[in-house]
């Protein structure tokens, strides 16, 4: 009458030897479709066209984010922070926050990305107003030269 009724004898259960891979997959489908998606928001920054130039590489220590400023041919600065979100900087604001990070974290790595046709002297004012606010250790950022 029990098993007529659904109802399952009391006893033991045979073992199950096989794993269900079935969740592992969609677990990692939908990690693999996230990470796709948020990759792209990862690069940031400001496109400038770089002079070509050989030079040696600055070395950055791992685990480190460099503080990257960027100048367009109109002398707007940008920096690559989250926080600044991508708009134009006027100079002395880019100074002030710059200045404050490194007050923060003194070991900040802070690079210049100048566009090839900006004028040497908005360069040499922006690195003049840094020095004046702190920031002794500014590198140059360049492409390396295409040999024919």
């Known amino acids: 009458m029990a098993r007529l009724l659904g109802y399952k004898k009391p006893g033991r259960r045979k073992p199950m030897s096989e794993i269900n891979m ?7 489908m939908v990690m693999l479709v996230a990470f796709m998606v948020s990759s792209p928001m990862f690069t940031q920054g400001i496109q400038v066209e770089l002079p070509k130039i050989d030079s040696k590489p600055v070395e950055i220590p791992p685990g480190e984010e460099p503080l990257v400023i960027s100048i367009k041919p109109d002398a707007t600065y940008y920096l690559s922070l989250e926080s600044s979100g991508g708009k134009a900087l006027t100079l002395m604001e880019m100074v002030n926050k710059v200045g404050k990070i490194k007050k923060a974290r003194p070991t900040t790595l802070v690079l210049v990305k100048g566009d090839k046709d ?7 004012e922006m690195m003049a107003v840094l ?17 024919n």
């Open 22 to 28: 079935v969740p592992f997959i969609d677990i990692m």
């Open 118 to 124: 900006v004028r040497y002297g908005t360069v040499v």
């Open 131 to 147: 020095q004046k606010a702190g920031v002794n250790d500014v590198g140059l950022v360049t492409e390396p030269e295409e040999l």
